[in-house]
C-alpha cells in the first residue's frame, strides 16, 4: 500500500502553444507523480495567460483540464491560486477541473505544522510600477469591463501587455523584481510566524531560512518550468525540492 502523506507544490509552468513539450511533460508530471499524492497545490501562472474561461473552448487548455480533473477524480485534491498571468482564471476552470481556486495567501495546517502559501508578486513591493499595474487589473469592476469584450480583442490587448512587460522587465534591476525582505517579514507577522513559506514567481528557486521575532521560518521558492520540470514536495519532515527527470 502506497503511503499518500504528503503534498505537491508547482508553479510558473507558463503552458502555451508554442512550447507543447512543456505542456507534455506536465501531464506526464500528473499521471504518473502528482498521482501518487495527496494533494497538488498550484500557485499561479499554470498558463502564460489566461484571456478569460471563455478560452477553454478554443485552445491547448483542454487537454490540461481533462487531465487536471482525472487526477482530481482520482481521489487527489486539487487547489489552484492566481498567477499574476492567469488571475483571470474563473469559476468555470474551476468546474471544469474540480479544483479549489484559494485565495493569496492561503494559510493552510499540513502534517503539523501551518504553510502559508503565495504565488508570490504582492511580495515585490520594490518593483512599484508592476504594483500599480496589478493594483487596476485586480480591480472587481476592471476584471468584468475587460471580460466583457470578444476574445479576440482581450488576447490581442494581454500580447501588447506582455511585450510592454517584457521591455520593461529588461529596464529593471533583478533586486527590485525579487521580493523584499520587509514585505515577507510583514506577511510572517500576519499570519502568527509559519515555520513554511512557499512561494513562485521569482523564478529563482531556493531556500531561504529567515530569524525574525525568535521564530525561524523557511521560505521556499519554486522554480518555473522553461528548461526542465520540477516541485516541492511536503512531508511530515518537511520540503524537499524535486527535478523532473
Ligand atoms: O509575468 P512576468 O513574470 O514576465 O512579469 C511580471 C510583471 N508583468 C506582468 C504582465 C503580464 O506578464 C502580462 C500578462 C497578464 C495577463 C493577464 C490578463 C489580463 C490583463 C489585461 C491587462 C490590460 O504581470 C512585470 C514584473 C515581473 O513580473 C517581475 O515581478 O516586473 O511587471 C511589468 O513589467 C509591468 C510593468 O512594469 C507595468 C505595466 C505596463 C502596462 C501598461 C499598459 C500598456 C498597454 C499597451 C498596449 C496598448
Ligand atoms: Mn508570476
Given at each position: 500500500?502506497q503511503?499518500?502523506?504528503?503534498?505537491?507544490?508547482?508553479?510558473?509552468?507558463?503552458?502555451?502553444d508554442?512550447?507543447?513539450?512543456i505542456?507534455?511533460?506536465?501531464?506526464?508530471?500528473?499521471?504518473?507523480?502528482?498521482?501518487?499524492?495527496?494533494?497538488?497545490?498550484?500557485?499561479?501562472?499554470?498558463?502564460?495567460?489566461?484571456?478569460?474561461?471563455?478560452?477553454i473552448?478554443v485552445?491547448?487548455?483542454?487537454?490540461?483540464?481533462?487531465?487536471?480533473?482525472?487526477?482530481?477524480?482520482?481521489?487527489?485534491a486539487?487547489?489552484?491560486m492566481?498567477?499574476?498571468?492567469?488571475?483571470?482564471?474563473?469559476?468555470?476552470?474551476?468546474?471544469?477541473?474540480?479544483?479549489?481556486?484559494?485565495?493569496?495567501?492561503?494559510?493552510?495546517?499540513?502534517?503539523?505544522?501551518?504553510?502559508?502559501?503565495?504565488?508570490?508578486?504582492?511580495?515585490?513591493?520594490?518593483?512599484?510600477?508592476?504594483?500599480?499595474?496589478?493594483?487596476?487589473?485586480?480591480?472587481?469592476a476592471?476584471?468584468s469591463?475587460?471580460?466583457?469584450?470578444?476574445?479576440?480583442?482581450?488576447?490581442?490587448?494581454?500580447?501588447?501587455?506582455?511585450?510592454?512587460?517584457?521591455?520593461?522587465?529588461?529596464?529593471?534591476?533583478?533586486r527590485?523584481?525579487?521580493?523584499n525582505?520587509?514585505?515577507?517579514?510583514?506577511?510572517?507577522r500576519?499570519?502568527?510566524?509559519?515555520?513554511?513559506?512557499?512561494?513562485?514567481?521569482?523564478?529563482?528557486?531556493?531556500?531561504?531560512?529567515?530569524?525574525?521575532?525568535?521564530?525561524?521560518?523557511?521560505?521556499?521558492?519554486?522554480?518555473?518550468?522553461?528548461?526542465?520540470?520540477?516541485?516541492?514536495?511536503?512531508?511530515?519532515?518537511?520540503?524537499?525540492?524535486?527535478n523532473?527527470?
Amino acid at each position: 500500500m502506497q503511503n499518500k502523506a504528503y503534498s505537491l507544490f508547482i508553479s510558473d509552468l507558463h503552458l502555451c502553444d508554442s512550447r507543447p513539450n512543456i505542456t507534455q511533460a506536465f501531464i506526464s508530471f500528473l499521471k504518473e507523480t502528482a498521482v501518487k499524492a495527496e494533494a497538488l497545490y498550484i500557485l499561479g501562472d499554470l498558463f502564460e495567460y489566461w484571456a478569460g474561461d471563455d478560452a477553454i473552448k478554443v485552445g491547448h487548455q483542454q487537454a490540461v483540464i481533462s487531465e487536471l480533473k482525472t487526477l482530481n477524480s482520482g481521489g487527489v485534491a486539487l487547489f489552484f491560486m492566481h498567477g499574476n498571468r492567469d488571475f483571470l482564471l474563473g469559476d468555470s476552470f474551476a468546474q471544469a477541473t474540480l479544483c479549489t481556486i484559494l485565495s493569496d495567501p492561503s494559510l493552510l495546517h499540513l502534517y503539523g505544522r501551518p504553510v502559508l502559501i503565495s504565488h508570490g508578486d504582492k511580495l515585490c513591493t520594490d518593483d512599484i510600477d508592476y504594483q500599480q499595474f496589478r493594483t487596476q487589473v485586480r480591480n472587481t469592476a476592471w476584471k468584468s469591463q475587460f471580460l466583457s469584450q470578444p476574445l479576440d480583442t482581450r488576447i490581442s490587448y494581454i500580447e501588447k501587455i506582455r511585450l510592454k512587460s517584457e521591455q520593461e522587465k529588461m529596464l529593471k534591476s533583478m533586486r527590485i523584481m525579487d521580493v523584499n525582505q520587509q514585505a515577507v517579514e510583514s506577511i510572517l507577522r500576519e499570519y502568527a510566524y509559519p515555520p513554511i513559506l512557499i512561494h513562485g514567481h521569482t523564478h529563482r528557486p531556493n531556500k531561504h531560512m529567515i530569524s525574525l521575532d525568535n521564530h525561524i521560518c523557511e521560505r521556499w521558492v519554486l522554480g518555473d518550468w522553461y528548461d526542465h520540470g520540477g516541485y516541492l514536495k511536503l512531508d511530515e519532515s518537511g520540503c524537499q525540492p524535486q527535478n523532473l527527470s
